[in-house]
């Protein structure tokens, strides 16, 4: 079993809708967890990080940290077809554990 | 505007030849990542430096692959000899140790190894 699990996709939403991205983990050291984001023939980049449990929201994007049930989320609202990348979860404990990533297509 | 930039920015070669992967991490920052990417493994932590000196290279097949950090400005990947399942996309990350350790990625290396 990998330490973070994420649902590959691909996920194709229409625009405006609102998307959903998870992943799972095993590790209950894990203290910091991450969302990049990677748009094709680039590298990831940082989308926003969040410290233990708890919401944060940064303009239309939110991410939620439940250390209870090993279970985190980005929420997309208003989603737009710049947003189309592949969004990989990550979480520290030392050193970053990525998720497998998870292929996001927004159709206009 | 801060970047960790690499070269070659793609390359090709044959197999058994030696390839050499560039970085120059942001400056100020005392940590170095590689990691290759595939679509089937996704992104693969191949070794680490802190402040200069290797910390983890266990995800790096030892004997053909080699990583050093000669000076605070410059991380090398060296593979010798390559083949082609060494074909991938190799990214350089760069950070500060502790807290979050959030990592700053670069453009990546596309090689493929005919």
């Known amino acids: 079993q990998k330490e973070v699990e994420q649902d590959p996709g691909p996920l194709s939403v229409p625009e405006g809708a609102i998307v959903s991205l998870n992943c799972t983990y095993s590790n209950s050291a894990f203290q910091y967890f991450m969302w990049y984001r990677q748009y094709s023939r680039k590298g990831p980049e940082l989308l926003m990080y969040?410290?233990?449990?708890g919401n944060k929201e940064d303009g239309r994007f939110t991410a939620q940290v439940d250390k209870s049930s090993k279970y985190i989320s980005l929420f997309i609202r208003d989603s737009q077809p710049s947003d189309s990348a592949t969004y990989l979860c990550?979480?520290?404990?030392?050193?970053?554990?990525f998720g497998q990533g998870t292929e996001l297509s927004v159709k206009p | 505007d801060a970047r960790v930039t690499q070269t070659p920015r793609h390359k090709v070669t044959e197999m058994g030849q030696e390839v050499t992967m560039r970085c120059q991490p942001i400056l100020g920052h005392n940590t170095v990542f590689w990691y290759r990417q595939t679509m089937m493994q996704g992104l693969e932590l191949l070794a680490y430096?802190?402040?200069?000196?290797?910390?983890?290279d266990s995800g790096m097949p030892k004997d053909r692959f080699s990583a050093e950090m000669p000076d605070a400005t410059l991380a090398t990947l060296k593979i010798q000899p390559s083949e082609p399942r060494d074909s991938a996309v190799y990214f350089c990350?760069?950070?500060?140790?502790?807290?979050?350790?959030?990592?700053?990625f670069g453009p990546g290396t596309r090689l493929t190894v005919l």
């Open positions: 990550a979480m520290s404990g030392g050193k970053l554990i």
């Open positions: 430096f802190r402040n200069r000196a290797p910390l983890d």
């Open positions: 990350a760069s950070g500060f140790s502790g807290g979050a350790d959030t990592q700053y």
């Open positions: 969040t410290y233990s449990s």
